[in-house]
């Protein structure tokens, strides 16, 4: 069974930092792009950063372009998300994804849980 589970989600002031993790097991996906959407409450999911299965290309959503760092380490099939100078926007659930990342649909073949990160003002 493959699973994707997200961690290091929390709650964090205006300005500070968060690392979220996203550990896969059931299968390797270090032939695959991995990456990160986000929902928020009442909002439709949002692409958020993706990265291809080197890590030798990252895309971002331009509204955490500069803030946020996507990276992998693939001898541990994990994706992480370095977030810094976090805004009460940037609240949301956010969830890892894996394999087939379509940023114009927002779908992908495998999807976590989710982790909550909530930015206080």
């Known amino acids: 069974q493959v699973q994707l589970v997200e961690s290091g989600g929390g709650l964090v002031q205006a300005g500070g930092s968060l690392r979220l993790s996203c550990a896969a097991s059931?299968?390797?996906?270090?032939?695959?792009?991995m990456g990160w959407f986000r929902q928020a409450p009442g909002k439709e999911r949002e692409f958020v950063a993706s990265?291809?299965?080197?890590?030798?290309?990252?895309v971002y959503a331009d509204s955490v372009k500069g803030r946020f760092t996507i990276s992998r380490d693939n001898a541990k099939n994990t994706v992480y998300l370095q977030m810094v100078s976090l805004k009460p926007e940037d609240t949301a659930v956010y969830y890892c994804t894996a394999r087939g990342l379509d940023v114009a649909t927002k779908t992908a073949d495998y999807w976590g849980q989710g982790t909550q990160v909530t930015v206080s003002s």
């Open positions: 059931g299968r390797t996906f270090n032939r695959d792009a």
């Open positions: 990265i291809s299965w080197s890590g030798a290309n990252t």
